[in-house]
């Protein structure tokens, strides 16, 4: 029995741009999926989606790029709108070409979305210029080194971003076509996205969707990407600063040095950006159990509120020097009021964010109303993909 594992490949970076709608399968997806094998519906299972984002980081791609360091959050809490509230990790490849800085960089699948945007931000655009560049080691890359978890119910995406063909004349690399051939024998779907016009890009674009059994996309060389001011950005980010406050590192000194890492991270993502720190607030609401500041756990408030830690198996040695020395009694109702302050918060949260959803559709449907703008744009071009290959949550692959 084959997973399906999906890999987007777009040229342009903007694949990471905001969506609005919950990524729900479509009625008419029931049936044969893009690779031919057969969905049929079992018992229910929680969801794991894998998404891997090659991107191509030459300096034609400035733009789509930094697009990008502002998208990734979006694109997720689409994904976590799906039924089920499935299980989102991330993966990112950036290839440029021989002589450049690099050829590929690899961050493996990782469900710490934090941790894989702190990677997204350290790629910058550079190199390049000769127009072909090493599209075919970082596709291989992708299908081969990438660490995809086996097992049914888990849909696996690649977006491979850049404006630019393939060099087919190193001899050393795998040609597309046979990672392209792996990849539908490991159950990938491979789409491809690309941005610009570039006349020599098409027809191997064409080719590669094909050969995976994905969709070919042509955005512009910006990616098209929409940009839409919301008054709901500032409070979401008052509202994301009093949850971090609320944050108590706990675990050995490597675990609370990660909490603290995370909280500062968050701290300045809204701090630059209120918008991706919007995405990434909606990112977390929507995950259920007690209410979290970040993904993952070492934070002892959301451990005690989903009950992997209570007065039985709490470890002293893994609290912070300044909680060390509470009465267990404080400690309690320390823990019992931050959960407190957390509901409230919460509650404060998802009201902002459903108004911010509401604005963001309304002002979308006003730009796609005029003169074509927005109709073509990236988001909306990989949120009707994504809602047609993505697996719902009761459906496996025969």
């Not at 777009?10 to 031919?36: E, H, N, R, V, Y």
């Not at 690899?106 to 072909?132: I, R, Y």
């Not at 990407?225 to 919301?230: G, M, N, P, Y």
């Amino acid at each position: 029995m084959n997973t399906l594992k999906k890999i987007i490949i777009g040229a342009g970076t903007s694949c990471f741009a905001m969506g609005i709608s919950p990524l729900m399968a479509a009625p008419g997806d029931m049936g044969k999926s893009l690779t031919g094998d057969i969905r049929v519906v079992t018992k229910k299972q929680k969801k794991t989606v894998e998404v891997c984002f090659v991107l191509d980081t030459t300096g034609s791609m400035g733009g789509l790029i930094s697009a990008a360091k502002q998208k990734i959050w979006s694109i997720a809490s689409q994904i976590s709108q799906l039924q089920g509230s499935p299980k989102i990790r991330f993966s990112l490849v950036a290839y440029r070409d021989k002589g450049d800085a690099y050829v590929t960089q690899l961050t493996n699948l990782n469900e710490d979305l934090d941790v894989v945007h702190s990677q997204l931000m350290k790629f910058h655009a550079g190199g390049g210029g000769d127009m072909p560049e090493s599209v075919n080691q970082a596709l291989n890359e992708a299908v081969t080194k990438v660490h995809w978890t086996e097992g049914n119910h888990v849909s696996r995406i690649i977006f491979l971003v850049g404006d630019a063909p393939p060099h087919m004349d190193y001899k050393q690399d795998v040609d597309y076509t046979v990672s392209c051939n792996l990849a539908k024998e490991k159950g990938i779907t491979v789409n491809t996205v690309q941005c610009g016009n570039m006349r020599q890009t098409v027809q191997p674009w064409k080719h590669i969707a094909r050969l995976g059994g994905g969709e070919y996309i042509v955005l512009p060389q910006d990616g098209g990407s929409v940009a839409i001011s919301c008054p709901q950005d500032k409070p979401i980010a008052d509202l994301t600063l009093q949850l971090n406050l609320s944050v108590i590192p706990y675990g050995d000194l490597k675990r609370q040095e990660q909490a603290k890492w995370k909280v500062d991270h968050s701290n300045a993502i809204l701090k630059k950006n209120t918008e991706g720190n919007a995405w990434r607030a909606a990112c977390l609401s929507n995950h259920s159990g007690s209410y979290k500041a970040f993904l993952g756990d070492n934070d002892l408030v959301s451990e005690w509120g989903d009950k992997k830690v209570d007065l039985k198996n709490l470890n002293s040695d893994f609290l912070p020097a300044k909680y060390k020395k509470l009465a267990q009694g404080d400690l309690v109702k320390l823990l019992d009021d931050k959960l407190k302050q957390r509901v409230k918060i919460k509650k404060e949260m998802d009201a902002l964010i459903t108004a911010r959803e509401k604005h963001i559709a309304e002002e979308m449907a006003k730009k796609a109303s005029g003169k074509g703008v927005a109709k073509n744009a990236f988001e909306l071009s990989v949120q009707k993909l994504l809602k047609k290959q993505i697996l719902p949550s009761d459906t496996t692959i025969r």
